[in-house]
């Protein structure tokens, strides 16, 4: 396993998309951040924000760098037919599904570590210069704050588990068009769907079965009562997701030839 975690990283630290890729997940997470927080005031939203979700906007589209990264993880080895040479260094398909999984994730926790600091910092500085403050009833976003704390740690692992959600799915399909399309559209369809949906109760549990959705609902800090689904199990959500996306690509991964 260490040879085939080894290549994987070789492979990753060599090649420039993968950099360019987590650096752009990073930046786009940021800048949406800081552009919502800059676009909301207390005069005038009044009271009842949740600032740290707020501040964390940005993990709406920085979670779609980081499937096109984990997509193009598995995908580009066999549009360059790179993927004989690899398969021929590790005949062992599933190590070698398991060390890009290994890899990738890593890559992703990190850079989603430095997006989601760099949100919640721009976020107490943006948000109290525009009015939420302790006179208005607001604390300042740190994440001594126990629920900021969950919801930025939250944060980070969603976009692993999206990143091994999307590695499964290319595994699964081979292609890149296909794979960006079928994660883009598990991530976003979801919510549209349910936002069209006139039935509460159908509502609530596309809500809850949707891995964005799902997944999110770690960023809430208040008003935890209201919410389709509570905070860790909807992060548990986005873990079945993933589990059964790599079971699945690593399955078909072994039954078919390269």
Same mark, same amino acid.
């Given at each position: 396993?260490?040879?085939?975690?080894?290549?994987?990283?070789?492979?990753?630290?060599?090649i /420039? *998309?993968?950099?360019?890729? $987590? #650096?752009g997940?990073?930046?786009?997470?940021?800048? %949406? +951040?800081?552009?919502v927080a &800059? @676009?909301?005031?207390y005069?005038?939203?009044?009271?009842?924000?949740?600032?740290?979700?707020?501040?964390?906007?940005?993990?709406?589209?920085?979670?779609?760098?980081v499937?096109?990264?984990?997509?193009?993880?598995?995908?580009?080895e066999?549009?360059?037919?790179?993927?004989?040479?690899?398969?021929?260094?590790?005949?062992?398909?599933?190590?070698?599904?398991?060390?890009?999984?290994?890899?990738?994730?890593?890559?992703?926790?990190? /850079? *989603?570590?430095?997006?989601? $600091? #760099?949100?919640?910092l721009?976020?107490?500085?943006? %948000? +109290?210069?525009?009015?939420? &403050? @302790?006179?208005?009833?607001?604390?300042?976003?740190?994440?001594?704050?126990?629920?900021?704390?969950?919801?930025?740690?939250?944060?980070?692992?969603?976009?692993?588990?999206?990143?091994?959600?999307?590695?499964?799915?290319?595994?699964?399909?081979?292609?890149?068009?296909?794979?960006?399309?079928i994660?883009?559209?598990?991530?976003?369809?979801?919510?549209i769907?349910?936002?069209?949906?006139?039935d509460?109760?159908?509502?609530?549990?596309?809500?809850?079965?949707g891995p964005?959705?799902?997944?999110?609902?770690?960023?809430?800090?208040?008003?935890?009562?209201?919410?389709?689904?509570a905070?860790?199990?909807?992060?548990?959500?986005?873990?079945?997701?993933?589990?059964?996306?790599?079971?699945?690509?690593?399955?078909?991964?072994?039954?078919?030839?390269?």
């Amino acid at each position: 396993m260490s040879r085939a975690l080894h290549a994987e990283w070789t492979k990753q630290r060599t090649i /420039a *998309g993968p950099g360019w890729l $987590l #650096l752009g997940a990073i930046t786009l997470t940021v800048a %949406l +951040s800081a552009t919502v927080a &800059t @676009a909301v005031s207390y005069a005038s939203t009044g009271s009842g924000q949740d600032l740290t979700k707020l501040s964390l906007t940005g993990i709406y589209i920085g979670q779609a760098i980081v499937a096109i990264l984990a997509v193009q993880t598995m995908t580009g080895e066999y549009s360059t037919g790179m993927i004989h040479v690899t398969l021929t260094a590790m005949p062992r398909r599933h190590t070698m599904l398991a060390a890009k999984a290994a890899v990738l994730s890593a890559l992703v926790l990190v /850079a *989603g570590t430095v997006a989601v $600091l #760099l949100s919640i910092l721009l976020g107490r500085l943006i %948000l +109290s210069g525009n009015g939420f &403050t @302790a006179a208005h009833g607001y604390q300042l976003l740190s994440l001594g704050h126990g629920p900021t704390l969950r919801a930025a740690v939250g944060s980070v692992l969603y976009l692993g588990l999206i990143a091994l959600l999307s590695l499964g799915i290319a595994a699964a399909v081979r292609d890149s068009a296909i794979a960006i399309g079928i994660v883009l559209g598990l991530l976003y369809l979801f919510p549209i769907f349910a936002a069209l949906a006139t039935d509460p109760a159908l509502r609530r549990h596309l809500q809850q079965i949707g891995p964005m959705t799902a997944g999110l609902a770690i960023q809430d800090t208040t008003n935890l009562h209201h919410l389709p689904i509570a905070p860790w199990a909807g992060l548990g959500v986005v873990a079945g997701w993933a589990a059964a996306s790599l079971i699945a690509g690593g399955l078909l991964l072994r039954l078919r030839d390269a």
